[in-house]
């Protein structure tokens, strides 16, 4: 009886969604609203570590953090950005599950030829993954077939993003050059976790 409320359930709450007319990607914890269709406000987390060079440390290109959280990062970076490699890996505090937040656990920087590109790995609060959120201002899909999300023409040193989640991870990759290379780069986005 159980299991035929919880498909009732979901039932409903697709029909909600669909009656709302939000497209909606999930991945475990996380809830992305298609910015094309979403007809109700969502969160717009911030996803992105400063992309200033402070507070970076030059890194090889295996990262690995000392507390073993994930580091998301190009499989291999291009040999124009692979000039400079530095990773921030910031002191983070718990936070708490009832609080709608997000963490930035570990930002790459791959510099080199004047391009500068940014894999930022974050996590929301668990009740902020409930909270659908906007991840960009336009749906777009992988080379590798994953969902995601891309922004353009922002202001300062990145004006480009791609977004897209990997398990209970938000991962954005940005940088000053086109778009097709940030979609280019995030299919080869490996996750590392150890110490």
């Known amino acids: 009886m159980l299991t035929r409320h919880r498909s009732i359930g979901a039932l409903f709450a697709l029909i909600v969604f669909l009656a709302l007319g939000v497209g909606v990607s999930a991945s475990r914890l996380l809830t992305a609203i298609n910015p094309e269709e979403a007809k109700a406000p969502a969160l717009v987390p911030p996803l992105l570590a400063p992309p200033g060079s402070s507070g970076y440390t ?3 290109s295996v990262i690995f953090a000392p507390d073993g959280r994930p ?3 190009l499989s291999e970076a291009p040999a124009d950005l692979g000039q400079r490699i530095a990773v921030n890996i910031p002191k983070t505090a718990g936070i708490e599950d009832s ?5 930035v656990l570990a930002s790459v920087r791959y510099e080199g030829s004047g391009q500068i590109v940014l894999v930022t790995t974050a996590r929301p609060s668990p009740s902020a993954a409930q909270q659908p959120a906007v991840l960009g201002s336009q749906t777009i899909r ?3 077939g994953i969902t995601a999300w891309a922004t353009e023409d922002m202001p300062g040193e990145v004006t480009n993003q791609v977004v897209f989640i990997e398990g209970d991870l938000i991962i954005t ?3 000053n050059v086109p778009t097709d290379l940030l979609k280019d780069l995030a299919s080869r986005v490996t996750i590392k976790t150890g110490g």
């Open 142 to 144: 992988l080379t590798n």
């Open 71 to 73: 580091v998301a990062q």
């Open 173 to 175: 990759v940005a940088g």
């Open 99 to 103: 609080s709608v937040a997000y963490s």
């Open 58 to 60: 030059p890194a090889t």
